[in-house]
């Protein structure tokens, strides 16, 4: 069962039956995304889906954000977080690495770092931002999970397309 909306697309993944999310970039909280300047909204095509993706024209902050209620994924479920990304051939600026932060509801924060100028150019990339589940007898079970894709430093960055985010089940434990 797939069930899709404007903002996110949500099934059930018969493997580990568990909910698995797809969070589209118009449900993303992007810095300057709605300056012309900085970014441009382009349409997407996908196995005869539609969407809008954005796509970087210049930034020196540049700072990708999402908010997940943790009730919404199954218990006792190991899910990894990726911003599914496509570094364009003439960007420029991702020498510097970028910060994938993963804060969960029991305030544990996990960050780690990626130079973007390193992946394959002009083809779509996973970059994980963690791991996590949510158990019913924790502190887990509750409140949001942010996600963050972000890279401070005033540089000047282009050539960069947002796909989503997806939150894809890693495994089941009992």
């Excluded at 990726?82 to 993963?102: C, D, R």
């Excluded at 401070?152 to 890693?170: A, M, N, S, T």
Aim: charged share 25%; proline share 4%.
């Amino acid at each position: 069962m797939v069930i899709a909306y404007k903002f996110y697309k949500y099934k059930l993944d018969k493997k580990t039956n568990s909910n698995w999310w797809w969070i589209y970039p118009r449900a993303l909280s992007i810095a300057w995304v709605s300056d012309a300047r900085y970014w441009k909204w382009i349409n997407f095509t996908e196995a005869g889906e539609k969407w809008d993706v954005p796509e970087l024209i210049q930034v020196s902050w540049f700072d990708v954000r999402v908010k997940i209620s943790s009730p919404i994924l199954s218990s006792r479920v190991v899910y990894v977080i990726y911003f599914i990304v496509k570094i364009l051939p003439g960007a420029s600026g991702w020498e510097v690495p970028v910060t994938l932060e993963l804060k969960r509801p029991n305030g544990c924060k996990i960050e780690s770092k990626l130079i973007l100028n390193s992946l394959k150019r002009g083809e779509w990339v996973e970059i994980a931002a963690g791991d996590l589940s949510v158990d019913n007898c924790s502190c887990e079970s509750g409140g949001e999970i942010e996600v963050g894709l972000y890279q401070h430093d005033g540089r000047w960055k282009k050539g960069l397309i947002i796909k989503g985010v997806e939150i894809r089940p890693k495994s089941c434990f009992a």
